[in-house]
T-cell receptor, first 110, second 110 residues
Framework: QKEVEQDPGPLSVPEGAIVSLNCTYS??????FMWYRQYSRKGPELLMY????GNKEDGRFTAQVDKSSKYISLFIRDSQPSDSATYLC??????????FGAGTRLTVKP | DGGITQSPKYLFRKEGQNVTLSCEQN?????MYWYRQDPGQGLRLIYY???????QKGDIAEGYSVSREKKESFPLTVTSAQKNPTAFYLC?????????FGPGTRLTVL
């Protein structure tokens, strides 16, 4: 079993839809949780950062962490074609030991 | 502009050759990282350095080498001992608990 599981998709939605992206993990020691967005042939850029459990909202993006279920989510409201990218979840216990999901490829169709 | 630069963007190598990927940052970050990204897999850590003249192996260090002679620079050498070097290579640096990524180098072995 991989330490971090993420459905690779692809996921295709119409413009304006609410998108839900998810990851599960096995290491209960993970405390820091991140979502990165990666456009094709580019480096990942940090979207959301959450410490421990709870929700965090930034504009159209909401990150949720449920440590009891070892489950994290990223919601995108009013999705736009410019949101089309691969979304990577990442998490860690120690500062130099980040673990990444495989990434979910999202396409938002106009 | 502050950021992380990687060069070249695309690199082609013949089997049996060593090749060096460049990573430079002007963010004044102490910690730097090299990751490898393959389709369908999460980013995997090759090497990291927390300070000048010090570096540590990550999960997949075999066939790779690094140096950290300057704070700004963390070059990665892919040696002929790396059995499957074709991949997308990402350099990152860290401030606090957050890693930021460069644009990547795509290495293809012919």
């Amino acid at each position: 079993q991989k330490e971090v599981e993420q459905d690779p998709g692809p996921l295709s939605v119409p413009e304006g839809a609410i998108v839900s992206l998810n990851c599960t993990y096995s290491n209960s020691a993970f405390q820091y949780f991140m979502w990165y967005r990666q456009y094709s042939r580019k480096g990942p850029e940090l979207l959301m950062y959450t410490y421990s459990s709870g929700n965090k909202e930034d504009g159209r993006f909401t990150a949720q962490v449920d440590k009891s279920s070892k489950y994290i989510s990223l919601f995108i409201r009013d999705s736009q074609p410019s949101d089309s990218a691969t979304y990577l979840c990442a998490m860690r216990e120690r500062v130099n030991d980040m673990r990444f999901g495989a990434g979910t490829r999202l396409t938002v169709k106009p | 502009d502050g950021g992380i630069t990687q060069s070249p963007k695309y690199l082609f190598r013949k089997e049996g050759q060593n090749v060096t990927l460049s990573c430079e940052q002007n963010l004044n970050h102490d910690a730097m990282y090299w990751y490898r990204q393959d389709p369908g897999q999460g980013l995997r850590l090759i090497y990291y350095s927390q300070i000048v003249n010090d570096f540590q192996k990550g999960d997949i260090a075999e066939g790779y080498s690094v140096s950290r002679e300057k704070k700004e620079s963390f070059p990665l050498t892919v040696t002929s001992a790396q059995k499957n070097p074709t991949a997308f290579y990402l350099c990152a640096s860290r401030t606090g608990t957050t890693q930021f990524f460069g644009p990547g180098t795509r290495l293809t072995v012919l």
